[in-house]
T-cell receptor, first 111, second 110 residues
Framework: QKEVEQNSGPLSVPEGAIASLNCTYSDRVSQSFFWYRQYSGKSPELIMS????GDKEDGRFTAQLNKASQYVSLLIRDSQPSDSATYLCAVMEAAGNKLTFGGGTRVLVKP | DVKVTQSSRYLVKRTGEKVFLECVQD?????MFWYRQDPGLGLRLIYFSYDVKMKEKGDIPEGYSVSREKKERFSLILESASTNQTSMYLC?????????FGPGTRLTVT
Protein backbone atom coordinates (compact mmCIF):
# COMPACT_ATOMS: atom_id res chain seq x y z
CA GLN A 1 0.00 0.00 0.00
CA LYS A 2 1.55 3.25 -1.13
CA GLU A 3 1.52 5.83 1.65
CA VAL A 4 1.82 9.58 1.85
CA GLU A 5 2.31 11.00 5.34
CA GLN A 6 1.76 14.53 6.61
CA ASN A 7 1.58 16.05 10.05
CA SER A 8 -2.08 16.89 10.58
CA GLY A 9 -1.32 20.08 12.52
CA PRO A 10 -2.63 22.58 13.16
CA LEU A 11 0.48 24.52 12.22
CA SER A 12 0.07 27.93 13.78
CA VAL A 13 2.07 30.69 12.09
CA PRO A 14 2.14 34.44 12.79
CA GLU A 15 1.24 36.70 9.89
CA GLY A 16 4.30 37.51 7.79
CA ALA A 17 6.26 34.44 8.89
CA ILE A 18 7.25 31.39 6.86
CA ALA A 19 5.07 28.28 7.08
CA SER A 20 6.95 25.05 6.45
CA LEU A 21 5.00 21.88 5.57
CA ASN A 22 6.48 18.44 5.10
CA CYS A 23 5.36 15.28 3.35
CA THR A 24 6.98 11.85 3.10
CA TYR A 25 6.06 9.09 0.68
CA SER A 26 6.71 5.38 0.53
CA ASP A 27 6.83 4.63 -3.22
CA ARG A 28 10.47 5.08 -4.15
CA VAL A 29 9.78 5.24 -7.90
CA SER A 30 7.24 8.08 -7.77
CA GLN A 31 8.11 10.90 -10.15
CA SER A 32 5.38 13.54 -9.83
CA PHE A 33 4.39 15.49 -6.73
CA PHE A 34 1.69 18.04 -6.05
CA TRP A 35 0.48 20.41 -3.38
CA TYR A 36 -3.20 21.29 -3.10
CA ARG A 37 -4.82 23.90 -0.89
CA GLN A 38 -8.28 23.18 0.49
CA TYR A 39 -10.38 25.76 2.30
CA SER A 40 -13.01 24.48 4.69
CA GLY A 41 -16.06 23.24 2.78
CA LYS A 42 -14.38 23.71 -0.59
CA SER A 43 -12.65 21.40 -3.06
CA PRO A 44 -8.85 21.06 -3.39
CA GLU A 45 -7.08 23.63 -5.55
CA LEU A 46 -3.75 22.79 -7.21
CA ILE A 47 -1.09 25.29 -6.14
CA MET A 48 2.23 23.61 -6.98
CA SER A 49 3.60 20.69 -8.95
CA UNK A 50 7.21 19.48 -8.85
CA UNK A 51 8.88 16.75 -10.85
CA UNK A 52 12.64 17.02 -10.28
CA UNK A 53 14.89 17.32 -7.25
CA GLY A 54 15.46 20.78 -5.88
CA ASP A 55 13.35 23.86 -5.39
CA LYS A 56 10.55 25.30 -7.46
CA GLU A 57 9.23 28.77 -6.68
CA ASP A 58 5.89 30.31 -7.62
CA GLY A 59 5.11 33.63 -5.97
CA ARG A 60 5.12 33.16 -2.20
CA PHE A 61 5.19 29.36 -2.54
CA THR A 62 8.29 27.18 -2.83
CA ALA A 63 8.12 23.42 -3.28
CA GLN A 64 11.18 21.34 -2.43
CA LEU A 65 11.75 17.77 -3.55
CA ASN A 66 14.31 15.24 -2.34
CA LYS A 67 13.72 11.90 -4.02
CA ALA A 68 16.62 10.17 -2.26
CA SER A 69 15.05 10.92 1.13
CA GLN A 70 11.51 10.53 -0.23
CA TYR A 71 10.17 13.82 1.01
CA VAL A 72 8.59 16.87 -0.49
CA SER A 73 7.97 20.14 1.32
CA LEU A 74 6.11 23.38 0.82
CA LEU A 75 7.19 26.76 2.11
CA ILE A 76 4.76 29.65 2.29
CA ARG A 77 6.60 32.95 2.66
CA ASP A 78 5.02 36.10 4.13
CA SER A 79 2.06 34.05 5.37
CA GLN A 80 -1.31 35.80 5.24
CA PRO A 81 -4.56 35.00 7.09
CA SER A 82 -5.97 33.99 3.69
CA ASP A 83 -3.40 31.16 3.63
CA SER A 84 -5.26 29.49 6.51
CA ALA A 85 -6.40 26.21 4.97
CA THR A 86 -5.57 22.52 4.80
CA TYR A 87 -2.68 21.66 2.49
CA LEU A 88 -2.72 18.27 0.82
CA CYS A 89 0.37 16.55 -0.52
CA ALA A 90 -0.26 14.20 -3.46
CA VAL A 91 2.07 11.72 -5.11
CA MET A 92 1.51 10.16 -8.50
CA GLU A 93 2.31 6.50 -8.94
CA ALA A 94 5.08 5.75 -11.41
CA ALA A 95 2.82 3.82 -13.80
CA GLY A 96 -0.46 5.51 -14.55
CA ASN A 97 -2.40 8.57 -13.51
CA LYS A 98 -3.44 7.72 -9.98
CA LEU A 99 -2.71 10.11 -7.14
CA THR A 100 -2.27 9.10 -3.53
CA PHE A 101 -3.09 11.91 -1.11
CA GLY A 102 -1.76 12.57 2.34
CA GLY A 103 -4.16 13.38 5.12
CA GLY A 104 -3.37 17.08 4.94
CA THR A 105 -1.79 19.67 7.23
CA ARG A 106 -4.05 22.34 8.66
CA VAL A 107 -2.39 25.77 8.68
CA LEU A 108 -3.60 28.68 10.80
CA VAL A 109 -2.12 32.11 10.13
CA LYS A 110 -2.75 34.46 13.03
CA PRO A 111 -2.86 38.24 12.46
CA ASP B 1 -8.83 28.04 -16.99
CA VAL B 2 -9.90 24.46 -16.41
CA LYS B 3 -13.52 24.19 -15.47
CA VAL B 4 -14.96 21.08 -13.84
CA THR B 5 -18.59 21.22 -12.83
CA GLN B 6 -20.68 18.85 -10.77
CA SER B 7 -24.43 18.53 -11.04
CA SER B 8 -25.31 19.30 -7.41
CA ARG B 9 -23.58 20.92 -4.43
CA TYR B 10 -25.86 19.25 -1.90
CA LEU B 11 -27.95 16.11 -2.25
CA VAL B 12 -30.13 14.21 0.22
CA LYS B 13 -31.24 10.69 -0.68
CA ARG B 14 -32.91 7.82 1.10
CA THR B 15 -31.40 4.41 1.76
CA GLY B 16 -31.89 2.11 -1.22
CA GLU B 17 -32.33 4.86 -3.79
CA LYS B 18 -30.32 4.88 -7.00
CA VAL B 19 -28.16 8.01 -7.10
CA PHE B 20 -26.47 9.64 -10.08
CA LEU B 21 -23.66 12.17 -9.66
CA GLU B 22 -22.65 13.96 -12.83
CA CYS B 23 -19.34 15.63 -13.67
CA VAL B 24 -18.52 17.68 -16.76
CA GLN B 25 -15.19 19.16 -17.82
CA ASP B 26 -14.63 21.67 -20.60
CA UNK B 27 -10.92 21.14 -21.37
CA UNK B 28 -11.03 18.02 -23.54
CA UNK B 29 -9.13 16.11 -20.84
CA UNK B 30 -8.52 12.41 -21.35
CA UNK B 31 -8.62 11.40 -17.69
CA MET B 32 -11.42 11.81 -15.20
CA PHE B 33 -11.67 10.68 -11.58
CA TRP B 34 -14.17 10.23 -8.78
CA TYR B 35 -13.05 10.56 -5.15
CA ARG B 36 -14.79 10.65 -1.82
CA GLN B 37 -13.48 12.64 1.11
CA ASP B 38 -14.26 11.80 4.72
CA PRO B 39 -12.89 13.29 7.96
CA GLY B 40 -9.97 11.25 9.21
CA LEU B 41 -9.83 9.15 6.03
CA GLY B 42 -8.77 11.77 3.53
CA LEU B 43 -9.31 11.63 -0.20
CA ARG B 44 -9.89 8.17 -1.61
CA LEU B 45 -10.17 7.20 -5.27
CA ILE B 46 -13.36 5.38 -6.25
CA TYR B 47 -13.02 5.01 -10.03
CA PHE B 48 -11.22 6.68 -12.87
CA SER B 49 -11.46 6.75 -16.65
CA TYR B 50 -8.71 7.39 -19.18
CA ASP B 51 -10.92 7.40 -22.28
CA VAL B 52 -14.52 7.20 -23.40
CA LYS B 53 -16.12 3.93 -22.29
CA MET B 54 -12.94 2.99 -20.40
CA LYS B 55 -12.88 2.72 -16.62
CA GLU B 56 -10.69 1.36 -13.88
CA LYS B 57 -11.37 0.65 -10.25
CA GLY B 58 -9.71 2.82 -7.67
CA ASP B 59 -9.14 1.98 -4.03
CA ILE B 60 -12.77 1.80 -2.87
CA PRO B 61 -15.04 0.82 -5.81
CA GLU B 62 -17.47 -1.35 -3.83
CA GLY B 63 -21.04 -0.08 -4.01
CA TYR B 64 -20.31 2.25 -6.94
CA SER B 65 -20.29 2.11 -10.72
CA VAL B 66 -19.38 4.68 -13.36
CA SER B 67 -20.26 5.63 -16.90
CA ARG B 68 -18.35 7.61 -19.49
CA GLU B 69 -20.26 7.82 -22.76
CA LYS B 70 -18.78 11.17 -23.82
CA LYS B 71 -15.30 12.54 -23.26
CA GLU B 72 -16.46 15.54 -21.25
CA ARG B 73 -18.84 13.70 -18.92
CA PHE B 74 -18.15 11.15 -16.18
CA SER B 75 -20.98 9.84 -14.01
CA LEU B 76 -20.82 8.11 -10.64
CA ILE B 77 -23.70 5.79 -9.80
CA LEU B 78 -24.71 4.50 -6.40
CA GLU B 79 -26.92 1.53 -7.30
CA SER B 80 -28.53 1.31 -3.86
CA ALA B 81 -27.47 4.12 -1.57
CA SER B 82 -26.50 3.26 1.98
CA THR B 83 -25.84 5.48 5.00
CA ASN B 84 -22.11 4.70 4.88
CA GLN B 85 -22.00 6.42 1.49
CA THR B 86 -22.76 9.76 3.12
CA SER B 87 -19.71 11.79 2.11
CA MET B 88 -18.25 14.61 0.02
CA TYR B 89 -17.83 13.40 -3.57
CA LEU B 90 -15.22 15.11 -5.70
CA CYS B 91 -14.71 14.81 -9.43
CA UNK B 92 -11.41 15.70 -11.10
CA UNK B 93 -10.00 15.75 -14.61
CA UNK B 94 -6.47 15.78 -15.99
CA UNK B 95 -4.63 15.94 -19.28
CA UNK B 96 -1.19 14.71 -18.25
CA UNK B 97 -0.45 14.70 -14.56
CA UNK B 98 -2.14 17.69 -12.96
CA UNK B 99 -5.62 17.00 -11.65
CA UNK B 100 -8.23 19.74 -11.32
CA PHE B 101 -11.20 19.31 -9.05
CA GLY B 102 -14.84 20.27 -9.35
CA PRO B 103 -16.65 22.00 -6.45
CA GLY B 104 -17.83 18.72 -4.90
CA THR B 105 -21.21 17.22 -4.02
CA ARG B 106 -22.06 16.71 -0.38
CA LEU B 107 -24.31 13.64 -0.34
CA THR B 108 -26.34 12.69 2.69
CA VAL B 109 -28.07 9.29 2.73
CA THR B 110 -30.77 8.98 5.39
Amino acid sequence: QKEVEQNSGPLSVPEGAIASLNCTYSDRVSQSFFWYRQYSGKSPELIMSIYSNGDKEDGRFTAQLNKASQYVSLLIRDSQPSDSATYLCAVMEAAGNKLTFGGGTRVLVKP
Amino acid sequence: DVKVTQSSRYLVKRTGEKVFLECVQDMDHENMFWYRQDPGLGLRLIYFSYDVKMKEKGDIPEGYSVSREKKERFSLILESASTNQTSMYLCASSFLFEQYFGPGTRLTVT
